[in-house]
């Protein structure tokens, strides 16, 4: 049996494949310009785990971290940073040496006992010491006996 419209199915594919033809093509797009110029920039620095803080006189964070100071880059602040990291008291001895627990001292002068007549000699070691709050921060004991010491009389032994 002839069956006329079986024709049409394959013009119109023809006439769909014509027009697939016809119809915009995609041009190949030329990449997006590469930026070969600018150098990425790492944004960690060395020191990210260390907390940067904002300077407390211009409130800015672009703040440089010098071994024992920060600097405010904008506008030339320097502040101790001693200040900032409040969780820790920082004992040093009278050249600088920070003081723990645990460490021994030697005084560097003779220093008179309060309330006897007393005198503990220069180079008088005093052994496992206890960093305290107040004005004499070192806690420790010299032949037996508690003392506090003031720690700008001791040096780190
Ligand atoms: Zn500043």
């Not at 907390?51 to 071994?67: E, G, I, M, N, R």
């Amino acid at each position: 049996m002839y069956e006329p419209q079986g024709v049409l199915p394959i013009l119109a594919n023809r006439n769909l494949s014509a027009a697939a033809k016809d119809s915009p093509r995609l041009l190949p797009r030329a990449p997006p310009r590469q930026a070969s110029t600018v150098t990425v920039i790492p944004t960690t620095a060395p020191h990210a785990s260390m907390s940067q803080p904002a300077c407390p006189v211009c409130s800015l964070t672009d703040v440089l971290s010098h071994s024992d100071h920060w600097e405010c880059a904008t506008c030339g602040h320097e502040w101790p940073k001693e200040a900032v990291a409040e969780a820790a008291r920082v004992v040093k001895d009278a050249h600088g040496n920070v003081l723990v627990d645990g460490d021994t001292v030697v005084l560097i002068k003779d220093l008179k006992l309060r309330g006897s007549s007393g005198v503990l000699k220069q180079g008088t070691k005093a052994k496992n010491i206890r960093i305290v709050d107040g004005d004499h921060e070192i806690d420790c004991r010299i032949d037996g006996s508690a003392m506090a010491l003031k720690a700008c009389f001791v040096k780190k032994a």
